[in-house]
């Protein structure tokens, strides 16, 4: 972005109105350009290039020179009660009223978000494939698909029948969920795959259902599938909500 944008859009923030001090005073709390030792200069030399009624207009006529030593948007009327006002505010006093009202206070990062969490926990089901166990962005828990392994015995037969393996899946995602501090309360949503999906579908249910009170069941998806890893009947993976925490 040049030089020109920047100004045009501060003049607008500072509401249609700016003094060169007020517009050095808003662009060094809001740009995220690097600054050069010669930048108000630079600044003051831009709105004469783009400003009609300046010595120096060799450009686009972007900038007016209005009175009392304000410079506004070309083609915008400006209250001359506004000028008068705004004169009897220091440069700094101008800015600040303008970012209290953006609700920012210095440069407008934003929050800063924290990097997301990678778990693999050796109490854990064996994985099956190269994958975390779970994943934690912002507060949001996302659980990888779990089999009806066992963590104790990875290498051991799987559970006959749909709802065997159905709660010993579901007994994998309530562990790493308690690795981490949580539970099957914290759970928001399931996706739930089946590869045998209209002769195991009820009784899938009957097992899934007894982990979850019938007043906070998780939003879930079913889908009947092919095929799954290691000759699983179900896999289900879930996405959990951490509580916030009290400030």
């Known amino acids: 972005m040049r030089w020109v944008d920047d100004i045009y859009e501060a003049i607008m923030e500072l509401g249609g109105a700016a003094r060169h001090e007020d517009l050095y005073a808003y662009l060094e709390q809001t740009t995220t350009r690097e600054l050069s030792p010669s930048w108000r200069s630079i600044v003051r030399r831009t709105i004469g290039d783009h400003a009609k009624d300046s010595d120096h207009f060799r450009g686009t006529e972007l900038f007016s020179h209005l009175d009392r030593g304000f410079w506004g948007v070309a083609g915008e009327d400006i209250d001359p009660d506004f000028i008068r006002a705004r004169e009897a505010l220091t440069p700094e006093e101008v800015v600040e009223t303008v970012l209290v009202r953006q609700h920012v206070r210095s440069k407008p990062a934003g929050k800063k978000q924290r990097e997301p969490e990678f778990h693999l926990f050796a109490k854990g089901p064996r994985p099956v494939a190269p994958f975390s166990h779970a994943v934690e962005a912002e507060g949001w828990v996302i659980l990888t698909g779990q089999m009806p392994t066992d963590p104790d015995a990875p290498d051991a037969a799987l559970p006959r029948g749909i709802e065997a393996q159905t709660r010993r899946v579901m007994d994998n995602l309530a ?62 993976d879930c996405l959990a909500r951490r509580p916030e925490q009290a400030p």
């Open 175 to 236: 562990l790493i969920l308690g690795e981490m501090g949580l539970d099957l309360s914290h759970v928001v949503q399931c996706r739930c795959y089946l590869t045998e999906f209209e002769r195991d579908y009820a009784a899938f249910n009957d097992a899934y259902q007894s982990y979850f009170p019938a007043d906070r069941r998780p939003a879930r998806t079913t889908v009947g599938v092919t095929a799954l890893a290691v000759g699983a009947l179900v896999e289900i």
